[in-house]
């Protein structure tokens, strides 16, 4: 299936469940268009924008200076609304899972995490996943539709919401911020949904958007070779790739993506991504399967098949999610797994794992709802979704 087909197949809803447009997403240029159809001038525009990614409103009756029947034609037929929150869990570590809820009622998952003077928000880009990775608790669930950037960026606007870091809250400035990060990390294949990701990280980015540096965004793939070379020319945020074998029969046997791009096309890419460089660096992330993918041998072919690639390796002890059929590696395997990388000149931290007590592996806290949800209505049919794609 083409990338096209693929947008057209799981295209985002064009309105909310009223019929209002999402102003949301747009671009200046397009946000200026939209308004124009009803005959106002330039400028209102600018101070709609201003409104939405500077101030963070949530209604157009907060906008004060936009006149208040400009207001009532907006509110009419136009949305800024945030996802409603189907659940949120803290951790006792600082984590933060929020289940949003979008306007068709589908559920996706945002995972804020501190980190002393950073904070990272995790973002999704599709309902479910299309990728079947073995491992992965996203890809039990069966893609039903795209992300919309109106639905990627109400996922950022949501965590600032939640953290007061608006101008009326803890300032403006980056620096005053807790969310200071963000990783395209969450449900889904950011790649496969490429043109509405890529629009609102451009609005991220924006200085007059919400003015989070490229060097601040990275954006994690399975390795969809032909839009990481799109993704470094148009966006060049950080790359990360989720790795997780050091050749091509185990990779394909746990990622089927490797069928279609397999290893060295995708280190290729890689090699090629722009602005690589001994401070900007690729990150391979490699999940710690016991007795698959972690012992010393694969260590030392994954030290060999990295060489020449400006990265680090980030190793990532599974977190076990029910029917997994995987366990952890132990830890002495980790430390020595990754011992043989940094013996080979390579930064290879063991990532310590966060909110494991409020479900932080990806799509657990939505498995847990929909069954949740089953448990107490029982008679109700499953919802329908559009079968997955068959080709990744």
């Not at 208040?68 to 907006?74: H, N, P, Q, S, V």
């Not at 990265?311 to 076990?320: D, Q, S």
């Not at 059929?325 to 290879?348: K, M, T, W």
């Amino acid at each position: 299936m083409s990338l096209s087909s693929h947008a057209d197949r799981f295209s985002a809803p064009p309105t909310d469940a009223e019929g209002r447009i999402p102003l949301i997403g747009l671009t200046a240029e397009e946000l200026k268009e939209v308004l124009a159809i009803h005959k106002l001038p330039c400028f209102r525009a600018k101070q709609v924008w201003h409104w939405i990614y500077h101030r963070g409103a949530r209604d157009f009756e907060s906008m004060g200076n936009l006149p208040k029947d400009l207001r009532a034609l907006l509110a009419e037929k136009y949305s800024i609304a945030r996802p409603k929150v189907a659940a949120e869990q803290k951790s006792s570590d600082g984590t933060i899972k929020w289940l949003l809820s979008m306007t068709d009622g589908q559920l996706v998952e945002a995972v804020f995490i501190p980190d002393g003077r950073r904070g990272t928000l995790c973002v999704s880009s599709q309902v479910g996943c299309t990728l079947t990775c073995k491992f992965c608790h996203t890809g039990t669930q069966p893609l039903v539709r795209n992300l919309g950037p109106h639905e990627i960026l109400q996922q950022v606007m949501h965590a600032r919401d939640a953290l007061g870091e608006w101008p009326e809250g803890k300032g403006a400035g980056n620096e005053k911020r807790d969310l200071t990060n963000i990783v395209m990390m969450g449900m889904g294949e950011p790649l496969y949904n490429y043109d509405n990701v890529a629009k609102a990280l451009k609005i991220c980015m924006d200085e007059k958007g919400l003015g989070i540096s490229k060097r601040r965004i990275t954006l994690s793939t399975s390795g969809v070779v032909p839009q990481i070379v799109q993704c470094g020319e148009e966006l060049n945020v950080n790359l990360a790739i989720s790795l997780h074998a050091p050749d091509d029969k185990l990779r394909s046997e746990i990622m089927p993506i490797n069928n279609k791009y397999p290893l060295q096309e995708l280190l290729d890419a890689c090699r090629n991504y722009p602005g690589l460089s001994d401070v900007r660096r690729v990150t391979f992330e490699y999940v710690m399967l016991k007795d698959v993918n972690d012992s010393d041998d694969q260590a030392r072919a994954l030290a060999k098949l990295l060489r020449g690639i400006p990265c680090k390796v980030n190793i990532i002890p599974f977190n076990i999610w029910p029917g997994s059929g995987y366990e952890c590696s132990a830890p002495d395997r980790i430390d020595s797994f990754a011992r043989i990388l940094e013996q080979a000149g390579y930064d290879a931290p063991v990532r310590r794992p966060r909110g494991r007590d409020i479900l932080a592996a990806c799509g657990q806290l939505k498995s847990a709802s929909v069954r949740a949800k089953k448990a107490r209505h029982p008679e109700e049919p499953a919802a329908e979704a559009p079968a997955p794609a068959t080709e990744a």
